[in-house]
């Protein structure tokens, strides 16, 4: 029997990273969080100048990280939090790791106009990122999630070797996470 590797997409502010935590709670999963890998670097870097502008990182940078922080051994479970975000990365994901995983991408599907005010709610709490810093970066990150991330969603939902759910996390934490469990049968 394969490892899991759960893939959690969606928008900034879903609540990729609450589901993260409340999965890891019930097994134990090596979570990739991509996005607090990054945030991690060091302030001056290319990589942290790339983000505070609300751009993605180029492919081949991402794929380094990745690559470097999925275990080795194949009998540990996985959870991937806001990786692929680009096609590339995608199908990089697919090739090199559906026949090691049980690939299960869950995509927290909310609109907009959600997303906005949970990161400016996020903000309010204290809890606001450098990427959450300014209106301009938000639109760019919004922007390159419709345009960039959306279209690998729908190509995921199509590949044989996957197993994909949508999932409405639009209600409140508890019920979103009872979707979710449901859609992974735990």
């Known amino acids: 029997m394969k490892p899991k590797m759960l893939v959690l997409m969606g928008g900034q502010g879903v609540g990729k990273g609450t589901f993260s935590q409340m999965l890891k709670e019930l097994h134990d999963y090596v979570h990739i969080e991509i996005g607090g890998i990054l ?14 502008k609300g751009e993605l990182v180029p492919d081949e940078k991402i794929l380094e990280i990745i690559k ?22 995608a199908r990089w994901l697919v090739e090199n790791y559906a026949k090691i995983f ?3 991408v869950i ?23 450098q990427d959450d810093a300014n209106e301009q ?4 990150r919004l922007t390159n ?9 729908k190509w995921l939902s199509t590949v044989k070797e996957i197993k994909f759910s949508d999932i409405d996390v639009t209600s409140e934490v508890n019920e979103n996470f009872k979707r979710i469990r449901n859609a992974l049968e735990i």
């Open 145 to 153: 999630f419709w345009e960039t991330t959306v279209p690998v969603i």
């Open 39 to 52: 945030r991690s670097l060091p302030k001056d870097s290319e990589i942290s100048r790339i983000m505070a």
């Open 107 to 129: 995509y927290l599907d909310v609109p907009e106009e959600v997303m906005v005010a949970r990161i400016q709610k996020r903000i309010r709490e204290g809890g606001g990122r």
């Open 102 to 104: 049980d690939i299960h």
């Open 68 to 89: 470097s922080n999925i275990p080795d051994k194949s009998d540990k479970d996985v959870i991937l939090d806001g990786f692929p975000r680009t096609m590339q990365q």
């Open 137 to 140: 970066t938000i639109k760019n």
